[in-house]
């Protein structure tokens, strides 16, 4: 069921009313019915895969929590020794749980592709012999889920928060169904509290969510699907265009992929609002970046928090990482022989970042190419910071922090050509066209014109782009929006929810030709 779709909207509306109708100790049935009718809708038979997961992470934190609590009841004398006593049961525990979702995970999203490797191989060692594929449907969102249920698992192995032992509300927790398709990754501690909440109607609420929803509309509606016609036009044949317009097509793409993928979180958290639930903030301007690691921090932030707490914290303190550190201080002196075990474990969490969006060789490039970018700002930095004291640059001036975001987003543009076009190699000849045969000339001859959009769609991107820097750019400088519209007059404070459903009518959805696209990040 698409965000984007009336049957979407009346499910939702449905949702609300019954949410504030009934006593209040049902709404959090409501919530799990709307999500199980959604994923349904949507996901058909796959939504098995959703209680398979939940009935994982249901069984491993339950014996975690027993564990734990044996753990906790010990004398205090004796809590090291009897919490030494389960440490290896509840390791296997996490690590079952771990294998059970991560292991169909594979199946679903990258078996065949690793077939496909193997298939060559197959062929010498037994002509004729096939590897055989899968042939599963991909559910909606599934990376979303079971990273988000394991992360539970986790949390509970990690005694922050005692597991749930209701396995309905547990499933709430895995499906809810607002960011299922497309996140973000929430922590059980800061979600579940709020879905079991019982709430009176607040108007503000109401209002906050319309008003997040329409945003999210208006980026997804009227700016991506308009810049997607453009991108897959020379996406579909990039070698019939000149390097200048392939590299307009993946300036359009980084319009498209941020419009696209915020606009759907805003989405998601508007409709979260509606219901009293405040869901985790997935970007925080990342146009403002002023490095990459910087970039990385504001996209997508709730899958960089996972990365970061439950794969490259531990991996990076682990014991044969800490052996690695004192290895290659020791025996390589220098910057390198104290960077190369952080190295290593950024290099690991951007080839699983990259992975993570898609089995295909231009994934694995693109995290790579990420690892290499801030390996190589962690090397040179003593080297930068003598060319700045050489050439008196300011750090704290406005023309040094303009470079620093051009540069930023120089590289994530570059990034953009890897992850769009149709392959790895096909990405490195389109950069190098770009880069070698421009034909600048074909930005004004008119060539543009003959991509799928006219003169007027590009004035509505770009007046529609400045909108949204305008006000991603006062979020930046003075802080959130919304405090300062609650200033204003009703009158003024209904105008800001009119203005964008006036804008979507007439430049989205009832435009000449509308196609409504599906959401980028629909199956990851």
Not at 247 to 271: E, H, K, P
Request: proline share 5%; net charge positive.
């Amino acid at each position: 069921m698409s965000f984007t779709s009336l049957a979407f909207l009346l499910l939702v509306g449905g949702a609300v009313l019954a949410y504030y109708i009934l006593p209040k100790r049902c709404q959090w049935m409501v919530l799990l019915a709307v999500s199980m009718v959604f994923y349904w809708v949507g996901g058909g038979k796959t939504i098995l895969y959703v209680f398979y997961t939940a009935a994982t992470v249901y069984a491993a934190t339950l014996l975690l929590g027993h564990f734990n609590a044996l753990k906790n009841a010990a004398p205090k004398e004796e809590k090291k020794a009897v919490a030494a006593k389960y440490k290896p049961y509840r390791r296997a525990v996490v690590l079952a749980a771990c294998l059970a979702n991560f292991v169909l995970l594979y199946v679903l999203k990258y078996w065949n592709f690793t077939a496909g490797l193997l298939q060559p191989l197959a062929d010498r060692l037994s002509p004729g012999a096939q590897i055989p594929l899968s042939e599963l449907v991909l559910p909606l969102g599934v990376s979303f889920f079971m990273f988000q249920s394991v992360g539970y698992v986790i949390d509970v192995y990690r005694d922050k928060h005692p597991p749930e032992k209701n396995f309905a509300k547990l499933l709430l927790f895995v499906s809810f169904f607002p960011q299922m398709v497309q996140g973000p990754i929430s922590r059980f501690h800061e979600l579940e509290p709020q879905l079991l909440a019982q709430r009176n109607l607040d108007c503000t609420s109401l209002k906050y969510g319309i008003q997040l929803i329409l945003w999210g509309y208006f980026k997804k509606l009227v700016i991506a699907d308009r810049a997607a016609v453009l991108v897959n036009s020379v996406m579909g044949n990039p070698w019939s265009h000149s390097g200048s317009v392939l590299a307009f097509s993946i300036f359009f793409y980084c319009i498209q992929l941020y419009c696209d993928f915020s606009g759907g979180i805003d989405i998601t958290r508007g409709v979260a609002q509606l219901f009293g639930i405040d869901l985790a903030e997935n970007f925080r301007r990342p146009v403002f970046s002023t490095s990459l690691t910087d970039f990385w921090r504001r996209w997508h932030i709730t899958l960089g928090a996972w990365m970061r707490d439950y794969l490259f914290y531990p991996m990076s303190l682990s014991k044969p990482f800490g052996r690695l550190g004192r290895y290659t201080r020791k025996h390589i002196k220098g910057k390198l022989g104290k960077i190369i075990p952080t190295s290593l474990a950024t290099f690991i969490i951007y080839f699983v970042i990259g992975i993570w969006h898609g089995a295909n060789w231009r994934y694995v490039a693109f995290g790579f190419w990420n690892g290499a970018i801030i390996t190589a700002s962690l090397l040179l930095a003593p080297r930068f910071l003598k060319w700045k004291e050489a050439l008196h640059i300011d750090d704290q001036s406005k023309g040094w922090h303009l470079f620093q975001v051009i540069r930023t987003n120089l590289l994530v543009f570059l990034g953009r050509y890897i992850t769009r076009a149709p392959r790895f190699l096909t990405a490195v000849w389109m950069v190098k066209e770009t880069l070698l045969h421009p034909h600048w000339g074909d930005l004004t001859n008119g060539t543009l014109l003959t991509l799928g959009l006219s003169g007027s769609d590009f004035l509505v991107i770009a007046l529609s782009m400045a909108v949204l820097l305008a006000a991603e750019w006062y979020q930046e400088k003075k802080g959130p929006i919304r405090p300062a519209l609650e200033k204003q007059t009703p009158f003024v404070q209904w105008l800001a929810i009119l203005i964008p459903l006036v804008v979507l009518f007439c430049f989205g959805v009832l435009r000449a030709d509308y196609i409504s696209s599906d959401f980028i990040y629909k199956q990851f």
